[in-house]
């Protein structure tokens, strides 16, 4: 409350190794606090679904296109995505920017093509490669709930819920 630093510490790491001083810095907060971490919690920080370096550079950048709704935008998410698969086949975050760009596709600008086809396949090869991918999770739900699967009520609940207990902040599986 007095503007006092409660807690210093210093962690040497590189851009490359983000991911790892982010699980670092958890790991430390925990040991600071003095906080038991409960066995889901150690697989979360041991579970790197992020991908490489460089095709992480990709996906964030998709990610920012998917916030613009023009199709130009889709299009150039599309290309981030893709490249960033190329750089990274074995991350499933990528397949999963696809699955959401597909299904932007399919519902917004292109509804007669196969871009639903398409968003389905990638939100699979996704949660094949982590079958607990939040992403993943939560464009399956959205994939449910659609015309296409009958509008599946109970599937999709159980999928945003499966998201979110991977990911209590993920504030998409939130929003619907």
């Known amino acids: 409350e007095g503007g006092q630093p409660l807690w210093g ?27 038991q971490l409960t066995p889901a919690d150690e697989r979360r920080l041991a579970h790197g679904a992020q991908p490489a370096a460089g095709a992480h550079e990709l996906v964030l ?13 889709v299009n150039m998410a599309i290309d981030a995505f893709e490249r960033a698969h190329a750089i990274d086949p ?5 397949l999963a920017g696809l699955a959401d760009a597909y299904a932007r596709m399919a519902f917004t600008f292109e509804p007669e093509g196969d871009w639903y086809v398409q968003a389905v396949a990638m939100c699979d ?52």
């Open 125 to 176: 090869r996704a949660l094949a490669i982590d079958p607990e991918l939040p992403e993943g999770r939560y464009l399956r739900a959205r994939l449910l709930w659609t015309p296409q699967h009958g509008f599946d009520f109970h599937g999709a609940l159980r999928e945003f819920a499966a998201a979110l207990a991977r990911r209590p902040n993920f504030s998409e599986a939130h929003a619907i």
């Open 90 to 94: 074995g991350s499933a975050l990528p």
């Open 9 to 35: 510490s210093k962690i040497d790491t590189s851009v490359d190794d983000l991911f790892e001083m982010q699980d670092q810095v958890s790991r430390r907060i925990a040991e600071a606090l003095q906080i």
């Open 61 to 73: 950048k998709g990610r920012v296109h998917m916030l613009l709704e023009s199709l130009s935008d």
